[in-house]
């Protein structure tokens, strides 16, 4: 080598010296800021998860009182339960409780401070034992939601008592309560088990939880084959022309396409010309089948198009038919993608509420539902509705009403990740 | 896979298409309409549910307007058996029930309904009439010099308005035009207080949207602000700022008063006795109509109706006033519950 | 009957015999347009019965481009449109009426770059005959499987791991076992473009004796880069130039003895 090309490669080794601290400067800054964005993002997302749980766990408890109930014969109507006056059995035990109450007005503000949902216990434990008729038997019944509030913090002891929900004697008496160990907090199974209600101690979100299995299992029933075919058909079988461009067009124009026009389709489609029961999971799986199926095509085309075209030939070359070559090549590879489409389409699905008003899933409903076609609520509905009532303790079950959707919402991505790990066999 | 994916979808929609016979048969009573009532219909459809042997009603909150256009929609099981609103059913929508087969529909009165401005309890207590609030309000006020013109709205705080009223900047949370509330507010409130202006109260008769146009355009500049329909982000709101002022119905007040306190409307304080005999001025009848085309069709209907209209729910101690609803007098009581008895048609 | 001139680069016609006495394959004016690229032009060839033929040329020419409308491999890419005749034994595979899936069966292909599929090395070389309904059971399965690797010359190196992805083999390993995937089908020809390009001595050595082997019952169509190796196994070769069959002929002639110009700088190494 001559001594000019020694001075040129010097050179260039010193040009790329030189522009090295630059480079990697800007691989410094882009890190930081990646650090950074995430920690932002993590630092919400524990706000967000704080604030809901620290609003919310509270609910997952209620306030019970004891009380000593004599199942009065005279009072039962062995035959007819719904024909009985529970709710005298519930006013003479708190009258035994409290002898020295008197008058129609204190008498009416001692029993505002057990639930109505009390009277609904006891019936149901007279049709469930009939045995119970005649005897005397200590009972936890649930506390009236104002109780509760008080005894969990929420509401003020304090202060003057208009201020207040519960007025001096009423604190009097759930004073005596907890010198009795009378009251006490317990698990609150009724939230998990009951349906909607407008006491906010008798509500639970079991109601709305069937309702979004319900739904959700139509939705993916649905969505998930007719997306995936649909985006294979296109991807593999459709001939390139102007008409598959046109349906191509429409299906990302249909992704983009705020939901509540969907719940709009579904009340003209669905409910008006096929009369479809309205408020039903039926008719709610079949809209938000409409909503998600774009996005599951959207994605699946994508994980269609990454799968190499040498595998494509290679099945081809050997004499598979060009269906042998999705189902046995294609397809496998293509599979993780496709289910992490359809998680997002189904998580976007979740958390809905736009199309279900039109279509009457926004809706009061206690019964659970106990198939597609009776009305049901959704769990992100559920949260709106709470979120909307007066009562001031239906602020804590919003919050774990969350914190249920939001645990749903974990579970659905969980069991996607270990899916697609399944299927994931990378060779 | 694929071939497994078709037959699966295949079986969904033969499943969605035997959903059409299903829905010939409705065993729930369905109810629409306003949300207003809303809070009420959904205790007595509870209770009704819980002793009765019927399935408990579904409900929902289409606003007033919306569910009457549902309500007239038809007879047959996909359209709703009873509606509730906020306010009295207009003719056009009795025609338009007719029209499509509706023919007859009851009236129930269920009780009153008031509308109340409030604040923070940690602030006084304001005292404001109705003209004073239309003043405060409206986007464009009649000029003060005398004139019959209106002017952009001048007022800044309330005390420009009425010496007597604090030095506070005026600032309003409402709720959107969607809502009932929003409806009766400018009727009972705003129109009312345009009318104490004669030359206002004359254009109300010779021009109706000319003086529409009046009294319910609502101040864009700050000093009003739609909060959304949620009623309990206002009560929030008001929390965190003393000096702002919200408007919402009463049973908003009634669960949050340890923390707020009612503006005093012409001199009377919105309480549920004032609210009750009429004296405090921003109240509203409620209202619901059944479809008597759907009794015998759908159980429970009737069952339904002879629970709503019981002493125990409506009563003047019934379960319905423990949730805010503001009953009717004995007399007015007497009368609905008859015509819920023998389902007596409407006649405006 | 051999041309004694030497034909000048400016000609771009075909030289040499381009039939062949027991044809196994007739193509006639085959064009291949990419879209408004026009690859091939007006080619015209035989491909004999159990003989092998190799195709080389200059990078780019369209050897691939050709040996893929044997089998009509083209027909999955978009923008490529053939004309022209081609026909098996009496048919012509481009007629409406013919169905590709066996025609591939028949014409099976090795492709320049290795693409096993993403599973078990048994399972690749399986993929085939199962789908055609070539084997019965178990048995004759792992029959096939076997004589087909050890044509390949592969089933030593992976006897011990047939359950191991394919994809984890090496490139030479890999383009073995696509030898091995093709023959396990027992097409009637076999088209390989470059199946050694990848292998070293001893395995291209390896292949070359499979490819004798194989003329015996199949006709081969071979692209190679290497001069020696078509001489080694071919009995006649065909050379491209831009898309231009320039000349075809007896191996050894076209080796010893080129008529065209463009034919001699090429295998001379003055070009390409
Ligand atoms: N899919 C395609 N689309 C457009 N043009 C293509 C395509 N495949 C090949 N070509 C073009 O056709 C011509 C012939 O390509 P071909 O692959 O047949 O060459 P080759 O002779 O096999 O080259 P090599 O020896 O490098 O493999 C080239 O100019 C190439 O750019
Ligand atoms: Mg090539």
Redesign the interface.
């Known amino acids: 080598m001559s001594d000019i090309d020694m001075d040129k490669t010097n050179k260039t080794i010193d040009t790329v010296k030189r522009g090295l601290a630059r480079r990697y400067a800007a691989e410094r800054r882009f890190r930081l800021f990646g650090l950074i964005a995430i920690v932002i993002s993590l630092s919400f997302l524990v706000l967000l998860f704080g604030t809901v749980i620290s609003k919310g766990y509270s609910a997952f408890q209620q306030t019970f009182v004891q009380l000593e109930v004599t199942f009065d014969r005279a009072m039962i109507d062995r035959d007819n339960p719904a024909n009985s006056d529970f709710g005298g059995l519930v006013k003479a035990a708190m009258g035994r409780e409290f002898p020295e109450v008197s008058g129609r007005k204190d008498k009416r503000k001692l029993n505002g401070l057990v639930s109505t949902g009390a009277v609904y216990q006891l019936q149901d434990m007279v049709s469930t034992d009939p045995g119970l008729i005649g005897t005397t038997n200590l009972v936890w019944v649930p506390a009236d939601d104002d109780v509760d509030m008080l005894m969990k913090g929420h509401a003020k002891r304090t202060g003057a008592e208009s201020d207040r929900r519960l007025d001096d004697q009423q604190l009097a008496w759930i004073g005596k309560w907890e010198q009795e160990g009378k009251i006490r907090k317990q698990f609150n199974r009724a939230f998990f088990t009951s349906g909607d209600s407008r006491e906010p101690e008798l509500a639970g979100i079991w109601g709305a939880f069937v309702g979004t299995i319900l739904t959700l299992a139509l939705t993916l029933a649905l969505s998930f084959p007719i997306g995936i075919s649909a985006s294979i058909y296109l991807e593999e079988f459709a001939p390139r022309n102007r008409f598959v461009d046109l349906v191509e067009v429409n299906i990302n124009n249909l992704a983009a396409v705020p939901s509540i026009v969907f719940g709009l389709l579904g009340l003209a489609v669905f409910i008006n010309f096929f009369h479809l029961p309205r408020s039903s999971p039926l008719v709610g799986g079949l809209v938000l089948t409409l909503m998600t199926l774009p996005t599951i095509i959207i994605a699946s085309r994508a994980s269609l198009q990454s799968v190499p075209p040498s595998i494509r030939e290679a099945a081809l070359g050997i004499g598979a038919s060009k269906m042998q070559m999705v189902n046995h090549h294609v397809l496998p590879l293509a599979l993780p993608g496709m289910l992490t489409g359809t998680i997002i389409g189904m998580a976007r699905a979740l958390g809905e509420t736009a199309p279900l008003l039109m279509i009457g899933m926004v809706a009061f409903i206690v019964d659970i539902p106990d198939s597609f076609v009776t009305p049901a609520t959704a769990l992100p509905v559920q949260i709106f509705l709470w979120a909307d009532s007066p009562e001031r303790a239906f602020v804590e079950r919003t919050s774990a009403a969350i914190l249920v959707l939001l645990a749903f919402l974990v579970v659905m991505n969980s069991l996607a990740v270990i899916l697609r790990n399944r299927f994931e066999r990378r060779w | 896979m694929f071939k497994r994916g078709v037959i699966v979808a295949g079986a969904c929609l033969l499943v969605a298409m035997g959903g059409v016979g299903l829905a010939q048969a409705r065993d729930y009573i369905s109810i629409v309409g306003s949300s207003t009532v809303y809070p009420f219909a959904t205790v007595v459809a509870e209770k009704f549910g819980r002793i009765s042997s019927f399935k408990t009603p579904a409900i929902e909150a289409t606003g007033s307007g919306g569910g009457l256009k549902l309500f007239c929609g038809g007879v047959g099981v996909q359209y709703p058996d009873i509606t509730n609103s906020s306010r009295r059913i207009k003719a056009s929508e009795v025609k338009n029930c007719n029209d499509n087969g509706v023919k007859q529909i009851v009236e129930i009165k269920i009780g009153y309904d008031g509308i109340v401005l409030a604040n923070s309890k940690k602030t006084v207590p304001l005292n404001i009439s109705r003209k004073e609030l239309f003043l405060a309000l409206a986007k464009n006020i009649p000029d003060p010099k005398g004139s019959e013109m209106v002017i952009p709205n001048p007022y800044k705080t309330w005390h420009d308005i009425n010496p007597a009223l604090p030095d506070n900047a005026i600032e309003v949370l409402g709720p959107p035009p969607t809502s009932g509330t929003r409806d009766a507010f400018m009727e009972l409130v705003m129109e009312d207080g345009g009318k104490e202006f004669p030359w206002i109260k004359a254009l109300g008769k010779k021009d109706k949207n000319a003086f529409k146009q009046i009294c319910h355009s609502m101040r864009e500049d700050g000093a009003f602000i739609e909060a959304g329909e949620n009623d309990n982000l206002i009560v929030q709101k008001l929390e965190v700022n003393p000096k702002a002022f919200g408007i919402f119905g009463f049973s908003y007040l009634d669960q949050n008063s340890d923390k707020l306190q009612g503006t005093l409307v012409d001199g009377e304080e919105p309480t549920f006795e004032a609210i009750a005999d009429g004296k405090y001025p921003v109240s509203r009848p409620l209202f619901f109509y059944v479809k008597k085309a759907h009794v015998g069709m759908i159980p429970g209907i009737k069952e339904f109706l002879n629970e709503f209209t019981s002493e125990k729910a409506w009563g003047d101690e019934g379960y319905l006033t423990d949730k805010g609803l503001i009953p009717m007098p004995k007399a007015e009581r007497v009368k609905f519950r008859n015509d819920a008895g023998s389902l007596n048609n409407l006649s405006l | 009957m051999r041309p004694v001139k030497k034909y000048g680069s400016e000609h771009r016609g075909t030289v040499g015999v381009i039939t062949s006495e027991n044809p196994r394959m007739t193509c006639r004016n085959v064009n291949v347009y990419y879209g408004d690229k026009h690859a091939i032009l007006d080619v015209s060839i035989d491909i004999g019965r159990n003989e092998v033929i190799a195709m080389i040329g200059p990078s780019g020419c369209g050897k691939s481009t050709f040996l893929r409308c044997l089998?009509r491999?083209n027909d999955?890419i978009?923008s490529c449109r053939v004309t022209g005749e081609i026909f098996l034994d009496d048919q012509n595979i481009y007629d409406k009426k013919i169905d590709?899936?066996?025609?591939?069966?028949q014409v099976?292909?090795v492709?320049q770059?290795p693409?096993?599929?993403?599973?078990s090395i048994y399972d690749n070389v399986a993929?085939?005959p199962k789908?055609?309904g070539l084997v019965q059971n178990k048995v004759e399965q792992d029959e096939v499987v076997e004589t087909s690797l050890k044509k390949a010359g592969l089933w030593e190196e992976v006897k011990d791991r047939l359950a191991h992805?394919?994809?984890?083999l090496s490139g030479g390993q890999q383009q073995r076992l696509?030898i091995a995937?093709?023959i396990a089908?027992n097409p009637e020809v076999i088209l390989m473009d470059e199946p050694c390009s990848a292998l070293d001595p001893i395995a291209t050595a390896k292949i070359e004796e499979l490819i004798d082997e194989l003329r015996a019952h199949y006709t081969i169509a071979i692209v190679t880069h290497s001069m020696q190796q078509a001489a080694r196994v071919s009995q006649r070769t065909a050379y491209f130039h831009l898309g231009d069959l320039i000349e075809v002929g007896e191996t050894k002639q076209i080796f010893t003895n080129p008529s065209h110009r463009l034919t001699e700088d090429y295998i001379t190494g003055r070009f390409g």
Do not use: E, Q, S, W
């Not at chain 3, 590709?100 to 069966?105: H, Q, S, T, Y």
């Not at chain 3, 693409?115 to 599973?119: A, I, Q, R």
């Not at chain 3, 992805?165 to 984890?168: A, H, Q």
């Open positions: 089998n491999m999955t978009d590709v899936v066996p025609l591939r069966a099976g292909m492709f770059k693409n096993p599929f993403p599973k993929y085939g789908i055609h992805p394919g994809t984890g696509c995937r093709t089908v």
